[in-house]
């Protein structure tokens, strides 16, 4: 049987900072529609979640009135439609169905909202993950295993027997982001349609080879010298940016211990980062395991079947 012959069985929400994401599922992981907008919490008031979920689905409710739904992002953070508290990893997606937390819309229907974590042993201060939770659990949490999740706030988790053990955040796409539109930088660059790989493999080894003491400060004035030197065309200066960044998170995650040359890792990402880290990991020794594509819908619909076994869900 085909499975995108087979009903849909609920609605999964990946709704984040910038973007709207809901995606129509059936019982077999399998993405039927997708809807996606600019509608991401830092755009909508507070009081209008509810209006903006009605409007963007009312298609899909028409016809499947009844379906659950399942939100996970940071809609669910201080900012977005609900706070929920977070769950203290080590944790499985047991402990995130049971502290899945529901609320009822106006239409009658109700919305399950999966929490984040928290990494308390983190230092100085409690780390924190909103969404990719249910990439990790998608991804499978039964081997041992680093597991990179690359994007604006990249995170790297530990996972293994059943439950994301650990975690750590690098804030290496926001930092490329800002530098590339509003620094020196951004004076220098003419961004290309498609990767330059040989200026980000230069890059990631620049950082690769770093001396100990040389760290991101002094490292990002090698994108001007390189271009005053002739080194660096001003086409190559973000790749070779975007490359230096991603090699020093790998740098920093090696000195904490997240990985040793020859260990596999997990990467769990859209396919142009997924292959951004891809290269980086194998500079570093790595053997790197791409996750599947919809990890996050997989995880968020073990975690909703889980919910609904134990009286938790929607």
Known sequence: MNVSSQPPRCIVLDWGTTTFRALLVNAKGAVLERIETPDGIQRVPKAEFEAVLTRNIAAWRAIYPALPIYAAGMITSRNGWIETNYVEAPAGAEALADALRKEKLADGGIIGFIPGLTDKSAEPFPDVMRGEETQLVGFGLDREMTVVLPGTHSKWARVGGGRIQRFHTFVTGEVFSVLSRHSFIAQLAKPQPTPNWGAFASGVDAARQRK????????????????????????????????????????????????????????????????????????????????PPDAAVRGSLAIAEIAERTGHGV
Not at 236 to 260: H, K, N, P, Q
């Open 212 to 291: 100990q003491a040389a760290g991101l400060l002094s490292q990002l004035f090698s994108v001007r010298t390189g271009w005053l030197a002739g080194k660096l065309g001003a086409a190559e200066t973000s790749d070779y940016l975007s490359g230096l960044l991603v090699g020093i998170e790998f740098c920093e995650a090696r000195e904490m211990s997240w990985f040793e040359v020859g260990d596999r890792i997990g990467i769990v990402g859209g396919d142009q980062l997924a292959e951004v880290y891809r290269r980086a990991a194998i500079a570093f020794g790595l053997t790197p395991h791409l996750g």
